[in-house]
């Protein structure tokens, strides 16, 4: 029992500090310790403002604490950043004594309250709230100073102790625009001097690269603007007055918008913008004396996130749809999520055939796939002639596909069946039942199949029965407008056969270049290619994935099981991965040593990772890598894949390229996965997964890793082996060797 409430306590207490970092990481987007420790002692240039400042983010996540709040906004510092400011620029504009601890406290009451209310108001159009707690307490708290005789202001302002460090502004000849963008870094937490801003910027370009550009495009922009319309520069390092720009350029250029060229190009256009909102907002203020601060930013990024948010789309601007709080890992994870994503909401739908067919005619065919049927497929099988029959072609029995299986391409219910129509004769065409004998299948969600030229009695379902995928419906035939056998198959959006077709991808299929039509013989050399998420095209030869089922199981990690895997050589080292499945039914690893999770996905016919967070130099992490895209098939080809930069690169040509990445990617990570037999002969079901992972500097390999996964029908997954080099980071890592191999057993 004491050593649960140690437990819990300790886990309390890394919460709670964890919280106040990121609270001061906050005002610059992001979650960094570092970045949060050099702003929390940048804060304390003048000890009075840092204590208030740290009090106010103390204060404020207690409260939040003691009043139930997520407990993910209280680590992330989203109650604490408004909290930060407030603190700031109290302890900045008043000495502080009795009342003033009064007035503070009252103010983050009232703070705590708006930032619930701002969350909820503005969170169901899926808006942040920004600075307005802040702003608003503030003028209520300065409102409301003016009649209280003991809270007096403190004047003049005492000196930024920050300014000393030696001599800083003397020893180098800084030019004035520099000077100017560091003072306004160390303003935004009110130590306007150049010490602190230069602590800020080391901090803000350890943690991020394009962050860092992003505040220096904006300010450089600000300041050029300012000069050009005869504006006074030095109004930007004012407290708050120049961060507008900076928090600006990093919020829609790089942390609610994809970092890109468009993101870039939008804070240009905006910048101009901005200036004119915040004199406006400063004149209509003025008379009541209350400073605008932030409220510029704030009120032009909403704005601007709900045009964004209400327009369909606009090209080359991405909002970010998963929060990294770090543009590189958005960035680079977008570019190799996004095309792996796109289609995990589809149906999977499957080829509605067995074995090798070739595509007669594709979308859209010169021949019957024109207008609002042209998204649709011929189905015929060929020789390797590339011829459609035996023969002499004149009886339908000499066509290859003439009464072959017809399967249902997915799940659903038959809601149309037409078994009236005679075959016809070879060269022979019933225009006047012009799809023959067709099926149509729902496959809810309000997706139809047909299938269509079917022979005559050869259906083996009936009206409203439910059919499984790969369940035989029927027999190819000749029926209907068709010259000689055929299958057509086409997706709509309704139930009626004959209705308008739609352009829909197959989930998985095998396809290599198939003979023409005019009896070229295909290259016998010719190797299958997976395709994912793609329509077959006219003269390709296509069939389906078919799974191996040892393979299948293998891999099938079920919520509630854990893979242990325990180290040759070292019988202490034991990893325990439990699988669960969170509110979204995503299945997941998670390693509680390490504190790292893997998502995964088990399709059927392939196993693949699309997501990792945690430690790099984990095994699960090494596991990610290996895991990233495994047929379950009987396909021996290599699958290819390209991995997010963050997963494995070095660190040197990683900032180069996060300097430059929202205008050139030239740093890549390539995947490769392929399976091999362990008995050749196939009468053992087993195999070895050999994976390659590399990281590539242009066209130069700079990175390079190396996994194996064993697997058989009888022990399932049974070894991980990692070859390769040592910085992949592992640990504990054994000197003797490079290679690590992990005994695995799946419970």
Known sequence: MNLAKASLLKATLRSGYEGVLNSYAQLFFALNPLLGFIALGVSFGQWAWGLSGLGSVIMVQILAALTSQDKGFQREGMFGFNALLLGLAMAQRYEITAAWFLLQGSGLLLLMGLTVWWNHALGKYRLPYLTFPFLVT????????????????????????????????????????????????????????????????????????????????????????????????????????????????????????????????LVVLLTPLLMVMMFALQGWLAP?????????????????????????????????????????????????????????????????????????????????????????????????????????????????????????????????????????????????????????????????????????????????????????????????????????????????VGAPTLAYPLAHYLAKEAPSAQGHPARSDTALVWKQWSVPQEGEEVRNVDPLEWLSKAMAFKPGQTLRLQEEGKPEHILDWKVYTDAYNRTYLHCSQSQSTLWFVHDGVMFWAYDFEGSRTSVLHAFYLTVYRLSLSAFVGEMEDRLPLTDFSRPLPRWIQDLLAPWWIFYSVRYGSQLRYSDPTGLLEGGVYSVSVRSLW??????????????????????????????LGLRPWSSASNSRTFRCVLS
């Open 698 to 727: 242009g066209w130069k390999a700079v990175r390079e890793a190396k996994f194996q996964l064993h697997a058989d029908a009888m022990s399932g997954l049974n070894r991980f082996v990692l070859e390769g080099e040592k910085p």
């Open 288 to 496: 009541w004396h209350l400073p605008p601060f932030t409220l510029a930013f704030s009120v032009l990024t909403i704005l601007v996130l709900f045009f964004v948010q209400s327009s369909s789309r606009i090209p080359g601007l991405l909002p970010v749809q998963i929060q990294y709080y770090a543009p590189e890992k958005t960035l680079y994870k977008s570019l190799v999520q996004s095309p792996r994503l796109a289609h995990q909401h589809r149906s999977r739908l499957q080829l509605p055939v067995w074995g090798s067919w070739s595509i007669s005619q594709g979308y859209q065919g010169l021949h019957t796939h024109l207008g609002r049927w042209a998204n649709a497929l011929d189905f015929v099988i060929r020789d390797e002639e590339g011829r459609t029959h035996r023969g002499d072609g004149s009886k339908l029995e000499d066509y290859y596909c003439y009464n072959k299986p017809v399967i249902a391409p997915l799940d659903g219910y038959v809601v149309a069946l037409t078994n009236h129509v005679a075959d016809n004769p070879v060269g022979g065409m019933d225009l006047d039942k012009n799809w023959g004998n067709s099926l149509v299948l729902h496959h809810l969600n309000g997706l139809y199949t047909q299938l269509s030229h079917l022979r005559q009695d050869s259906f083996q379902v009936v009206m409203g029965q439910w059919v499984h995928q790969g369940q035989v419906l029927a027999a190819c035939g000749n029926s209907g407008r068709s010259p000689e056998p055929h299958l057509h198959f086409q997706v709509q959006s309704s139930p009626e």
């Open 138 to 265: 503030y003028w209520v708290l300065i409102a409301g100073a003016g009649f209280m005789g003991s809270v007096t202001l403190r004047y003049p302002l005492p000196p930024n102790e920050l300014t000393y460090l030696p001599a800083l502004e003397t020893v180098f000849a800084w030019p004035t625009p520099v000077v100017s963008f560091f003072k306004t870094l160390g303003s935004i937490y009110f130590q306007n001097s150049l010490g602190a801003g230069l602590l800020l910027a080391f901090a803000l370009l350890v943690h991020s690269r394009i962050s860092f550009v992003l505040a220096v495009l904006g300010y450089g922009l600000a300041y050029g603007i300012f000069g050009w319309v005869g504006a006074s520069t030095a109004h930007l390092t004012d407290y708050l007055v120049g961060s507008n720009f900076i928090f600006m350029a990093i919020a829609l250029g790089g942390f609610y918008m994809v970092p890109s060229r468009t993101s870039m190009g």
